[in-house]
Structure formats: C-alpha cells, structure tokens
C-alpha cells in the first residue's frame, strides 16, 4: 500500500517570496509522483512529474521538485510567488508497474497556498 | 489542443432525481477514472474503465454507476442522488500499456448540488 503525507494544510506567504510545499511518501515498491494544482472550481493541472531520471524535475509556471529517494520525500518549490499561485496543491504517488486492473493514484490531502500582497 | 471535457460545468439536481454527468477526451487514452473530491479533500477514486472493462473501487456506492460507449466518452451516473452526493466529480484519462501506468490527466470538473 502507498500513502503520501502533506505535512502542511495551509502555507500563508508574502509576493515575490519563495515557497517549499512539503510531500513524503511511503511506498514498498518503486514510484512515480506528480504535483497538481487546483484552482477555485476547477479541475486538477499536472504541474510536474517524477518517473525516472533526474531527480530536479521543472514543470509550468516556474515550480520545481526534487525527489529524494533516501528522505522519500517530493517537496515542491518556486523562488518567487506570484498572487497567481494562490490556489491548492496536491501531491500524489503511484506505482509504474501495477498491472492491468490497478490503476491507483494515492492523494495526499492537499495544501492552501495563499499569496499575500 | 488535445483535452479532457466534462458537462456540464455545474449540475443541480433534487434529492433523489436522477443525474448523468458526462466526460470525453481527445488524447486517446485507454483508461477513464471518475473521481469524487468533496469540499477540502483529496479527490477520491470511484471507479475506472480500461478499455471496456469495469472497475470499481470497493467502497464505491451502488448507488453510482459508469458507462462507457467507446473510448472518447464515459458517463457518471448516479441513481437517487443524496445531499451527501453534493461534490467536484472530476473525470480523468491516462495511457497504460504492458510498460505500466502514467500520467492522468484531468477535467475541469462538474460540481454537483443537490437540493
């Protein structure tokens, strides 16, 4: 069984400071992990994704990731917010080699990003 | 631009009526996932399709149901609708073949009210 922990529900920052959303994993197996964004009534944008390779993944709108395998951690990052970045973020883990029939994309509970002007 | 569509964007509907909400894509992915996400939380898996074949989440009511014409339209239907089935339904596709799973890509949602 896989999980991920979001360690912050919400995380308050002033414009143009820079921001670190938390993500910790638990999973047996090998994984793969997005970041997704969801803004006010709208469905979830894929901002970036770790399958393999480089563990520093960039994704849209300025963010990044690094995937620690030893900390089994996925925090997300972006130098300099913007009031756009006003919306939640949700990390969540999967495995690559399910199998047919098990398609499992584990949530963690999501984090409130609010951008202060 | 390929995507993932969901109408409609909002749906009312009585306690216990009836109500279909619909999904298509056009990136041409073999598995479709109906998602439930109520207000705060995570999006909740209810139930997905690959290729024709059906499968459910084991906590998923009967009260909700799925159909899938072919591969660029599914269908959420549920039956008798209850205040607690007020929520986003969020529809996703993703590309799995012998190689294992990918991305899902996601809808816009449709927030139900049930009045």
């Known amino acids: 069984a896989q999980s991920v922990t979001q360690l912050d529900s919400q995380v308050p920052v002033f414009e143009e400071a820079p921001v670190e959303l938390r993500c910790n994993y638990s999973?047996?197996?090998?994984?793969?992990l997005f970041w997704y964004v969801q803004y006010p009534n709208q469905g979830l944008q894929l901002l970036l994704k770790?399958?393999?390779?480089?563990?520093l993944v960039k994704g849209i709108n300025g963010f990044e990731a690094e995937f620690n395998k030893s900390q089994t951690s996925f925090h997300l990052r972006k130098p300099s917010v913007h009031i756009s970045d006003t919306a939640e973020y949700f990390c969540a883990v999967t495995s690559p080699y399910s199998g047919a029939g098990s398609y499992q994309l584990t949530f963690g509970k999501g984090t409130k990003l609010s951008v202060i002007p | 631009d390929a995507m993932v569509i969901q109408n409609p964007r909002y749906q009312v509907t009585q306690f216990g009526k009836p109500v279909t909400l619909s999904c298509s894509q056009t990136l041409n992915h073999n598995v479709m996932y109906w998602y439930q996400q109520k207000s705060s939380q995570a999006p909740k898996l209810l139930f997905h399709y690959y290729d024709k074949d059906f499968n459910n989440e084991a906590d998923t009511p009967d009260n909700f149901q799925s159909r899938r014409p072919n591969t660029s339209f599914c269908f959420l239907d549920i039956r008798s609708p209850g205040l607690g089935d007020a929520a986003m339904y969020l529809c996703?596709?993703?590309?799995?073949?012998?190689?294992?799973?990918?991305?899902?890509?996601f809808g816009p949602g449709t927030r139900l009210t049930v009045l």
């Open positions: 770790y399958l393999s390779g480089s563990t």
């Open positions: 999973s047996s197996v090998s994984v793969y």
């Open positions: 996703a596709t993703s590309r799995e073949d012998r190689g294992g799973t990918d991305t899902q890509y």
